[in-house]
Protein backbone atom coordinates (compact mmCIF):
# COMPACT_ATOMS: atom_id res chain seq x y z
CA UNK A 1 0.00 0.00 0.00
CA UNK A 2 2.43 2.44 0.65
CA UNK A 3 4.30 1.66 -2.27
CA UNK A 4 1.01 2.24 -4.48
CA UNK A 5 0.50 5.40 -2.38
CA UNK A 6 4.75 6.58 -3.40
CA UNK A 7 3.92 5.86 -6.76
CA UNK A 8 0.60 7.72 -7.29
CA UNK A 9 2.40 10.48 -4.92
CA UNK A 10 5.72 10.57 -7.43
CA UNK A 11 3.14 10.35 -10.25
CA UNK A 12 0.87 13.78 -9.26
CA UNK A 13 4.66 15.83 -8.89
CA UNK A 14 5.36 14.73 -12.62
CA UNK A 15 2.13 15.61 -13.65
CA UNK A 16 2.75 19.53 -11.71
CA UNK A 17 6.22 20.00 -13.50
CA UNK A 18 8.07 18.64 -10.89
CA UNK A 19 10.92 15.78 -10.38
CA UNK A 20 9.45 14.72 -7.23
CA UNK A 21 6.85 14.75 -4.17
CA UNK A 22 9.52 16.85 -1.94
CA UNK A 23 9.65 19.25 -4.99
CA UNK A 24 5.97 19.50 -5.12
CA UNK A 25 5.47 19.54 -1.35
CA UNK A 26 8.38 22.49 -1.21
CA UNK A 27 6.37 24.48 -4.00
CA UNK A 28 2.76 23.84 -2.23
CA UNK A 29 5.24 25.11 1.40
CA UNK A 30 6.01 28.62 -0.69
CA UNK A 31 2.55 29.38 -2.14
CA UNK A 32 0.90 28.64 1.29
CA UNK A 33 3.48 31.46 2.91
CA UNK A 34 3.11 33.47 -0.65
CA UNK A 35 5.77 33.34 -2.06
CA UNK A 36 6.40 33.03 -6.03
CA UNK A 37 7.37 29.46 -6.68
CA UNK A 38 10.11 30.06 -8.95
CA UNK A 39 11.18 26.95 -9.91
CA UNK A 40 13.57 25.29 -12.21
CA UNK A 41 13.96 29.02 -13.87
CA UNK A 42 17.61 30.26 -12.98
CA UNK A 43 20.93 28.62 -14.64
CA UNK A 44 24.03 29.01 -12.86
CA UNK A 45 27.55 28.47 -15.54
CA UNK A 46 30.35 26.69 -13.74
CA UNK A 47 33.31 24.90 -15.06
CA UNK A 48 34.46 21.53 -14.69
CA UNK A 49 36.58 20.56 -16.90
CA UNK A 50 34.24 22.73 -19.70
CA UNK A 51 31.40 24.64 -18.69
CA UNK A 52 28.31 23.21 -17.59
CA UNK A 53 24.84 24.47 -15.98
CA UNK A 54 23.56 23.94 -12.76
CA UNK A 55 19.62 24.32 -12.48
CA UNK A 56 18.68 25.19 -8.85
CA UNK A 57 15.24 23.50 -7.90
CA UNK A 58 13.86 27.40 -6.53
CA UNK A 59 14.66 30.55 -5.48
CA UNK A 60 12.77 32.64 -2.91
CA UNK A 61 13.46 35.83 -3.98
CA UNK A 62 15.55 36.94 -0.96
CA UNK A 63 18.53 35.63 -2.46
CA UNK A 64 18.16 32.06 -0.84
CA UNK A 65 18.19 29.31 -3.39
CA UNK A 66 16.76 25.67 -2.18
CA UNK A 67 17.62 22.29 -3.76
CA UNK A 68 15.31 19.66 -3.07
CA UNK A 69 17.31 15.87 -2.49
CA UNK A 70 16.15 12.65 -2.10
CA UNK A 71 19.33 10.92 -3.32
CA UNK A 72 22.70 13.46 -2.60
CA UNK A 73 24.24 11.04 -5.01
CA UNK A 74 28.47 11.55 -5.19
CA UNK A 75 28.21 13.54 -8.31
CA UNK A 76 25.18 16.13 -7.04
CA UNK A 77 27.78 16.58 -3.84
CA UNK A 78 30.85 17.10 -6.05
CA UNK A 79 28.95 19.33 -8.08
CA UNK A 80 27.50 21.99 -5.01
CA UNK A 81 31.39 21.96 -3.81
CA UNK A 82 32.63 23.28 -7.29
CA UNK A 83 29.92 25.81 -7.20
CA UNK A 84 30.15 26.77 -3.96
CA UNK A 85 34.19 27.44 -4.67
CA UNK A 86 33.61 29.50 -7.77
CA UNK A 87 30.94 31.89 -6.67
CA UNK A 88 31.09 31.58 -2.74
CA UNK A 89 28.34 34.56 -2.06
CA UNK A 90 25.51 32.52 -3.63
CA UNK A 91 23.72 30.84 -1.21
CA UNK A 92 22.42 27.21 -1.74
CA UNK A 93 20.29 25.16 1.09
CA UNK A 94 19.22 21.87 1.24
CA UNK A 95 16.04 20.27 1.73
CA UNK A 96 16.49 16.61 2.14
CA UNK A 97 13.99 13.76 2.96
CA UNK A 98 15.93 12.41 5.30
CA UNK A 99 19.26 14.12 6.47
CA UNK A 100 20.34 11.22 8.35
CA UNK A 101 20.82 8.60 5.24
CA UNK A 102 24.22 8.12 4.41
CA UNK A 103 25.87 9.59 1.84
CA UNK A 104 26.81 5.95 0.49
CA UNK A 105 26.37 2.63 1.72
CA UNK A 106 28.72 1.75 4.51
CA UNK A 107 29.63 5.41 5.70
CA UNK A 108 29.47 6.73 8.84
CA UNK A 109 28.70 10.58 7.16
CA UNK A 110 25.40 11.72 6.63
CA UNK A 111 23.78 14.01 4.86
CA UNK A 112 23.66 16.34 7.53
CA UNK A 113 27.38 15.92 8.30
CA UNK A 114 28.38 16.55 5.03
CA UNK A 115 26.28 19.97 4.75
CA UNK A 116 27.77 20.96 8.15
CA UNK A 117 31.87 20.21 7.23
CA UNK A 118 31.04 21.98 3.63
CA UNK A 119 29.26 24.99 5.16
CA UNK A 120 25.89 24.38 3.82
CA UNK A 121 22.51 24.86 5.53
CA UNK A 122 19.86 22.13 5.25
CA UNK A 123 16.62 21.19 6.92
CA UNK A 124 14.20 17.97 6.47
CA UNK A 125 11.46 18.14 4.57
CA UNK A 126 10.10 21.69 4.81
CA UNK A 127 11.65 24.61 4.45
CA UNK A 128 12.15 26.53 7.61
CA UNK A 129 9.87 29.70 7.90
CA UNK A 130 12.84 31.73 9.18
CA UNK A 131 14.76 31.26 5.57
CA UNK A 132 11.89 32.45 4.14
CA UNK A 133 11.35 35.69 6.15
CA UNK A 134 15.34 36.57 6.06
CA UNK A 135 15.56 39.45 4.56
CA UNK A 136 17.51 39.90 1.26
CA UNK A 137 21.36 40.92 1.11
Known amino acids: MVSSRRSSLRQSALEAG ?12 LRKCGIPVVYEEEKIKYLVEETREYTPDFYLGNGIYIEGKGR ?11 IQRQYPFLDIRFVFSNSSNKIRKGSKTTYADWCQKNGFKYSDKT ?3 DWIKEAKR
Open 72 to 82: FTTADRKKHLL
Open 127 to 129: IPV
Open 18 to 29: FRSGLEQDIADQ
